[in-house]
């Protein structure tokens, strides 16, 4: 909607005369273009988020054999909320860890990609893309076998004593968490490694001319720089790593469970559609916020 | 250098905000129709058949839930029979992974009365009795399923969603038991043993389907799963809530404890007996363990939606699947519990060896100890699910 906002629409005063093209028979081609992304918008994305936003208002004792009726049940969120809760921030709290887990491998590495690697740059952006190409599950339950109780991972985790005899990987926090950070980590690899391929290098010998440690460049010169990437590659992470369920139900107990189990479980085993719908907005509310906070802080004051 | 993103304006945010109400404006005229109810009676949604002009049949079924050439697996011996003995197309559809999934793709065309392109397909027990009891499955003619008449099973007939067997007729039935690794633990007796025996803490799972898990319960404090009240059933839920956090159980899960349970990481868990069996053709200490206080029997129903067109077509199916012979070729491939009488001994001629497994024919001092669940009502359904699914934490 906001596209729409910023589209010449033609009108101009006399001290700038338009262009030809821009009057005339030429000027609602902007909105022709726009067309078929509107409708696909509308169709598939705004259209059902209303059905969502009806569903998670209906009345609650409803069901399906029934049907709900529309009372505006408002109550639906608060209970919603009270009732899944813990879920609720263990989401944010298991994708904020995988988050930092996740920044402290993948800055470097995007960094070690665009600004160290040469002729091998390519090889490694495949490197960091190819498990892309296989599904999702796959990935994950392949986590499963290499973190297995009787797996060599958890053997020698166990022979330096990081773990207890009865110690296991599976079906814990930690699990759940590596998870997350290494299904999501190309999604903060790739635009932070975008940013940094930019970086001119002689902005970097400039600064340690004027006497910059390598931290003060980094913190001066380099982190700026990179920010676009990192805000973007941090919203990319964050935003899927919240809502997904996957994680917590195949590496995971149901003491390790996220918001997305329920939701998942609302909808389709205790066809409890009100709440379903409750806790999805209430999700994306949360997350919204998160991010309006986060693109003040960051976008404002060290972006420009 | 200047920033792809831009600082959130004032202008931005306004507009974002009039955006907003707008589609809270838009949601409000929507929203006041709610939903109709998803009931159906037979009166109100008629199917015609057209069996008799158009003889194609569309079936759903689960994975690895029908025999298979050894040689060349795109061809199904016992389906292929059918196809050239009754000259009807069968197009057959491996499309159901999980009840509640199912349920959820065909939930909007028979909940207002449309077609579901399916002529037949198969679910479990309990959500067979949901969708009956939503009326959304015709009535079978019992004229022309005489071999169902003659051959099904005592113990599955008389069943309480569907007392005279002609809703939803068994494809394959099953036992929900425990099952334990021998190669990681040691024998394994009972229900209370895998919720309580301090070496197997952390290595036990249960099955996320609420049937299976608070029918073994139920019958662990001696109540009946086919009759039980409110009461006994947080009793058994208590029971399984201490399991839970105390930590002896790891997990809830679907058929992927099968793995698991093979690789070792869990030592012992419910499961149900045709997994198990196949584990255990690989791995012989992998056991399954009917406990003494009982057993859950449960089924996977073949069903005629509404507005099925080839309901005749979908009978004669179902009838030659009940010939003992061709359940026992079916049985021999998919080893689950074979429904149908006779099929033991047409098994003696395939494999002598199953034909005397007691999980695939179990005989009746199994079957007396062999339960299925109650027939809930759609509220009771909801509540039980409820608090069921609080404890296993989703």
Redesign the interface.
Not at chain 1, 62 to 70: E, P
Not at chain 1, 252 to 255: A, D, H, I, K, L
């Given at each position: 909607?906001?596209a729409l906002?910023h589209v010449p629409t033609g009108q101009s005063t006399a001290s700038s005369p338009p262009p030809a093209a821009r009057s005339g028979r030429y000027r609602f081609l902007p909105y022709l273009l726009l067309l078929p992304g509107a409708a696909w918008l509308f169709l598939f994305f705004?259209l059902p988020?209303?059905?969502l936003?009806?569903a998670s208002?209906?009345?609650p004792t409803?069901?399906?054999?029934?049907?709900?009726?529309?009372t505006w049940a408002f109550s639906n969120y608060p209970e919603a909320l009270q009732a899944y809760w813990p879920q609720f921030s263990r989401s944010f709290l298991y994708a904020g860890i995988a988050l930092v887990l996740a920044l402290l491998m993948g800055y470097p590495l995007a960094y070690a990609i665009a600004q160290k690697a040469g002729r091998w740059k390519n090889l490694l952006l495949v490197c960091v893309v190819a498990p892309m190409f296989t599904s999702f599950l796959v990935r994950t339950l392949a986590w499963?076998t290499i973190l297995?109780?009787?797996g060599w991972v958890v053997g020698l985790l166990r022979d330096i004593h990081l773990l207890g005899p009865?110690g296991?990987l599976?079906?814990t926090p930690v699990a759940v968490i590596l998870g997350l950070t290494y299904n999501f980590l190309p999604f903060l690899v790739l635009p932070l490694y975008a940013s940094l391929e930019r970086l001119d290098y002689r902005l970097l010998e400039a600064a340690s001319d004027l006497y910059a440690s390598p931290v003060q460049t980094f913190r001066k010169v380099t982190l700026p720089?990179s920010?676009?990437g990192l805000?973007?590659g941090t919203l990319l992470f964050f935003i899927p790593a919240t809502g997904d369920y996957i994680n917590a139900e195949?590496l995971?107990?149901?003491?390790e469970?996220m918001i997305g189990?329920?939701i998942?479980?609302a909808?389709?085993?205790?066809?409890?559609y009100p709440q379903g719908a409750a806790l999805s907005f209430l999700l994306m509310a949360a997350i919204l916020a998160v991010v309006?906070v986060y693109?003040?802080k960051a976008?404002?004051d060290e972006?420009? | 250098m200047r920033t792809p993103l831009r600082p959130l304006s004032r202008r931005g945010l306004l507009t974002g905000t009039l955006g907003s109400a707008a589609l809270l404006a838009a949601g409000g005229s929507l929203a006041g129709c709610g939903t109709k109810a998803a009931t159906q009676t037979e009166a109100g949604c008629v199917s015609d058949d057209v069996s008799g002009t158009e003889k194609t049949l569309a079936f759903s079924n689960w994975p690895q839930y029908m025999d298979v050439d050894e040689k060349d697996e795109s061809k199904r011996p016992t389906l292929d029979e059918f196809v050239q003995k009754s000259g009807i197309k069968v197009t057959y559809t491996e499309d159901v992974n999980d009840n509640n999934e199912f349920f959820g793709k065909v939930q909007n065309q028979l909940a207002a009365c449309q077609g579901t392109g399916r002529d037949i397909f198969v679910v479990t027990d309990w959500m067979a009795a949901r969708m009956i009891r939503l009326g959304w499955i015709q009535k079978l003619d019992k004229s022309k399923l005489p071999n169902v008449e003659a051959n099904l099973l005592g113990s599955l007939r008389n069943r309480p969603f569907d007392p005279d067997s002609q809703l939803a007729i068994p494809w394959q039935s099953g036992l929900a038991g425990i099952a334990y690794n021998g190669n990681v633990t040691k024998e394994l007796r009972t229900v209370d043993e895998l919720l309580t025996r301090p070496d197997l803490k952390g290595k036990v799972t249960a099955l996320s389907e609420m049937r299976d898990t608070m029918g073994l319960l139920l019958q662990s404090n001696g109540h009946d799963p086919a009759n039980f009240t409110g009461a006994q059933f947080d009793d058994a839920l208590n029971k399984l809530k201490k399991a839970v956090d105390s930590g002896q159980i790891r997990k809830f899960t679907g058929n992927d404890y099968a793995p698991d349970l093979a690789k070792g990481d869990i030592a012992a868990c419910i499961g149900w007996s045709g997994d198990v069996i196949q584990l255990g053709f690989e791995d012989e200490k992998i056991k399954f363990v009917v406990p003494e206080s009982g057993v859950m029997l449960w089924s996977d129903n073949m069903m005629v939606p509404n507005k099925a067109t080839h309901r005749a077509n979908a009978e004669q199916l179902i009838n030659y699947y009940y010939d003992p012979a061709v359940a026992a070729k079916l049985a021999a491939y998919v080893n689950y519990i074979c429904p149908v009488k006779g099929a033991q001994a047409e098994m003696e001629k395939i494999d002598p060896e199953l034909a005397t497994n007691p999980l695939i024919f179990p005989d009746e001092a199994m079957l007396s100890r062999s339960k299925v669940f109650m027939a809930l009502d759609e509220k009771q359904e909801r509540e039980y699910e409820a608090k069921f699914q609080q404890v296993i934490g989703a």
């Open positions: 909607m906001t906002a705004a988020l209303l059905q936003a009806a208002l209906y009345d409803g069901s399906l054999a029934t049907g709900y009726a529309m499963k297995s109780d009787n009865d296991r599976l079906a720089l920010m676009p805000i973007a195949l995971g107990t149901p003491n469970y189990n329920v998942d479980s909808f389709l085993v205790r066809l409890d309006f693109l003040r976008g404002t972006v420009l | -």
